[in-house]
């Protein structure tokens, strides 16, 4: 029988149609409670009556709705206490959401799930925290980690993109929350964290620390705050993500850390002093992390180390060079990227080098000394030769206004100069290694 005050029927789920996406609700409300995911094993929010009542925080870590009152639900309308209005609809009885134990009777699921989604696997169900979800590197792992039944919650600045990530990822069959974060604020990364184990029914499984952004120009001529934002982002964002997520991983005796650095981490990038800064101290953090959990044996912390890839992160990045920014070729597909970060997820490596450039640039960092000054000499003859643009702090103190996606376009483009630059660092390179080696048989 249909509750003639909130039009919902006995046994039967319903979810929130959040068009407006003012609120997160993702979860489905079932006899009168309401439910973040399928297990059903805490209700995190009940009706009394027509007054839904709703344990939230925000980003901060602050109560979202006073004294717990969300609204009124009526005739399958949400009226939130701030005037806003959202439908609800009943979920088909097919949806991947698994039936509670106790719930009645549904009618039975089709003997092949109507999504590509895996049902079995070492990441189904696993609880999974991704930074920096809302384009490049983030978005594909988001991807990856969803078509492999991982449940999701995606963290970033922009919370319009971020929901689209939710839509992408839920579209696989997946469980999924959109949490707007900003790393370089540790109230919002404990919040994060605490969000995250709520979902995770007290686990969290697996930290991709991910979100990222960067500056370029010359070292005085770049403000000191745009310095300080990417080492608060690139660094600092990374530790607050590790602060936050071991002591999960301690209590419950397991968790794999995986953390995206860069080629970056072995060879300086000059004219992105804070960028190289930030990565090669990164691998000093994620080094002294693997001393100090040697008594966890099932804890990982795993490093990703990619080449240049077609991300965004060129076009939206901060550009203090009067110069327009291209990436130097060869440039890889993201999604290289985001299966290491799977592979690691199922079985942990301590390091994992994606794309040859990156391999080559580890091998050169140890054998040739002065591959910074050669790298410094092509970066600017590469300046000089780009066309001239304006001065942009991109998207280092807010969320950018361009297309936002997995690739940056790049690997399109008809220009051949990136990868002749691209050609010219790998033959200088592979010269001065052998030259080096001559020198050492003699």
Not at 72 to 96: I, K, Q
Not at 161 to 175: K, R, S
Not at 336 to 353: D, E, L
Not at 432 to 438: A, D, E, F, H, K
Request: hydrophobic content about 40%; charged content about 20%; some cysteine.
């Amino acid at each position: 029988m249909i509750d003639q005050a909130t039009g919902m029927k006995p046994g039967e789920r319903y979810r929130v149609e959040n068009i407006e996406r003012a609120h997160q609700f993702p979860g489905f409300f079932l006899d009168g409670k309401y439910y973040l995911g399928p297990e059903l094993l805490t209700a995190v929010g009940w009706l009394e009556g027509t007054t839904f009542i709703y344990d939230s925080l925000d980003a901060q870590g602050e109560p979202v709705f006073p004294d717990r009152v969300a609204g009124t639900l009526e005739g399958l309308r949400l009226m939130l206490v701030d005037g806003t209005a959202l439908e609800l609809s009943r979920l088909d009885p097919s949806a991947l959401l698994a039936p509670a134990a106790d719930a009645v009777e549904q009618a039975p699921q089709p003997a092949e799930p109507p999504r590509p989604a895996p049902i079995k696997g070492p990441l189904r169900g696993k609880v999974v925290v991704i930074t920096g979800a809302s384009s490049g590197i983030g978005r594909a792992a988001a991807h990856a980690f969803a078509c492999k039944g991982a449940r999701l919650v995606l963290a970033a600045r922009d919370e319009e993109a971020l929901f689209d990530v939710l839509d992408e990822c839920t579209d696989c069959g997946t469980d999924a929350v959109a949490i707007t974060t900003d790393v370089s604020r540790s109230d919002q990364v404990q919040a994060l964290a605490a969000q995250a184990a709520e979902f995770g029914h007290g686990r969290i499984d697996i930290w991709v620390n991910n979100a990222g952004v960067g500056a370029v120009g010359n070292f005085e001529d770049t403000p000191l705050e745009a310095h300080e934002q990417v080492i608060q982002t690139d660094l600092i964002g990374y530790l607050r993500g590790a602060h936050v997520a071991l002591p999960y991983f301690k209590a419950q005796r397991s968790g794999t850390l995986i953390n995206t650095l860069s080629l970056g981490s072995w060879v300086a990038q000059p004219y992105a002093a804070a960028y190289s800064a930030s990565k090669f101290g990164l691998r000093g953090l994620t080094d002294a992390l693997r001393g100090e959990l040697t008594e966890f044996p099932d804890i990982h912390v795993c490093d990703i180390y990619p080449a240049v890839m077609d991300t965004p992160g060129f076009r939206d990045g901060g550009n203090y060079t009067g110069h327009a920014l291209t990436p130097p070729g060869p440039v890889y597909d993201p999604e290289m990227v985001a299966k290491a970060m799977v592979a690691c997820a199922i079985s942990p490596r301590a390091h994992t080098t994606v794309g040859a450039t990156a391999r080559l640039a580890h091998l050169a960092s140890f054998l040739v000394p002065a591959l910074p000054l050669i790298s410094g000499w092509l970066t600017r003859w590469g300046l000089h030769h780009s066309p001239v643009a304006g001065v942009s702090s991109g998207n280092l103190f807010e969320p950018p206004s361009g297309r936002r996606s997995v690739d940056g376009g790049w690997r399109n483009r008809k220009g051949h100069t990136p990868l002749l630059v691209g050609a010219a660092v790998l033959g200088i390179i592979a010269g001065l290694v052998i030259t080096r080696s001559q020198r050492r048989r003699r």
